[in-house]
Each structure stands twice: as C-alpha cells, then as structure tokens.
C-alpha cells in the first residue's frame, strides 16, 4: 500500500506521519527529511537543494522523481507512507508511472493559513532525530536545550517569516492542484487538522480503519 499525506507547510504532516507510521507499520519517507539531511551532510544533492529550500521553492522535479524511483526501487513490495511528496502535478503523474499496481490513498490535512503561520513560527526540530517541536501552542513543548535523544533544538531556515510567506504561495500555486488530481481520481481523504494531534490522528485512524 502507499500512503500520501499532503496538506500545506505547517499543517501536521510529520507530526502525524510519525503516529501513522508507527500505528499502521508503513516506511515513512520524508522528503523534507531527506533533503535536510542531505543538506547536512553537504553531499551534491544537499548542495543542488540548499538554495531552493532556504528560499522556499520546490527543488525541481526531475530531481524528486530521481529520489523515489531509487527510493521504490530498494523498497519494493514494502507499504510506504510518503510525507510531503507529491508537491506538484508533474510528480503525482511519475508517481504514478513508477508504482506497480499497488493501491493508494492520499489524506489531506486541512489547516488555514492564518494557523500555519503561528506553527510554523513557533516549530523547533531536533537536528538528530528529527523530533518535532513548538514552543507557543502548549502542544509538542520544546524542551529547554536538548531533545530527548540529546541532540540539539535548533530552527529551521524555511520557518523564517518571508520564506513561510513564500512557501505558502507556493503550496497554493503548485501543491493544492494535487489535491484535486487525487481527488479527481476518487482517491483523496479530506480531514481537519486543527484540534490537537491526537484529535487529529483519531479523525485519521477513523477513515483508514
Ligand atoms: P518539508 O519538510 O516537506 O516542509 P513542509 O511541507 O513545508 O512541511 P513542514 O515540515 O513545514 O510542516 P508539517 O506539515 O510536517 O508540520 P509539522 O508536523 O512539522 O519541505 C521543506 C522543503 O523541502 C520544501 O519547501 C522544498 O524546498 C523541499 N521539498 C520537500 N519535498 C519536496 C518535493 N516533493 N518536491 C520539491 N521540493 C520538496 O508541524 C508544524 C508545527 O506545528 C510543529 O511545531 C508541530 O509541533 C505543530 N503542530 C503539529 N500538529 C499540530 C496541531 N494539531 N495543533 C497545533 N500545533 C501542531
């Protein structure tokens, strides 16, 4: 099975990716993630990545569909759970040339923009582990100094306030017409993200069963 999670910059992807993961046993791909970690690691993909990220554009599509062939290619046959991919149309049509008759569905979180703006403002991240962080809303508190794992708190570049603007444009430019390609294809789950996680992930877990 795959699994697609969509929804804006800020709107619980990796918060919920995290729960469904473990709940429903899927290979969590992040994309995000792997290009953050790429970046990190200062290899030719980081360094290509680098400039659109911190801008908040899209790293360009050849290059994401190089990522998930490779990715499909050495999990085969493995349930997957991808988490910020497809962001354009383009990558849901490779998508979907790469996949093998195996079913799909696509969830959708919907958070407004006005509520993106204070998560994402408000995230911290761990740099190890990757653990996900705020320090406003009373949910996810971010520990003073160091994660759980012991890695360092850190912010994210992209959650500085010009470029969530950007990303936001962005994402409703680019990304929200993949919304309506899956749900043109009978294949999209449309649910609220607001309320806390595990409100969120009940509504999840009362579609997908
Ligand atoms: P990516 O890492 O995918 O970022 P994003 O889509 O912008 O999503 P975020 O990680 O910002 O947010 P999220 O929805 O995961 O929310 P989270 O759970 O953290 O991509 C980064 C960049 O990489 C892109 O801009 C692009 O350059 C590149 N890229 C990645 N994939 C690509 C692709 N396929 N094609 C091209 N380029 C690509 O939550 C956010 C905050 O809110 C946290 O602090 C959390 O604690 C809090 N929160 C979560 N849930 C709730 C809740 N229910 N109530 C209150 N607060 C909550």
Redesign the pocket.
Known sequence: MILILL???????????EKIAAHYNLNHL???????TAVAEGSELGRL?KG??N???????D??LGIIRDYLDEHAGVSVLF??????VT?AEGLDGLLKGDSVRTVS?E?DDE??I???S????CRVCGK????A?G??P?PDGRCTCGGEIYQ?D??QAETITS?LM??HDQ?EPVISFYRGKGLLIEIE?????D??FGRIREVLG
Do not use: C, E, H, W
């Open positions: 929804g804006a910059p800020g709107a619980g992807k990796g918060t919920q990716a992040s994309t995000g993630d792997l290009l953050r990545a659109y990220m801008k908040g554009q899209l790293v360009p599509d290059v994401i988490d910020g991919f497809p962001r354009t990558q979180l958070v509520q993106v204070k998560r994402l408000a995230r911290r991240s996900i962080y705020n320090t809303l949910i996810n971010a994210r992209d959650d990303r962005i994402y990304t993200g607001t309320g806390s996680p409100d969120v």
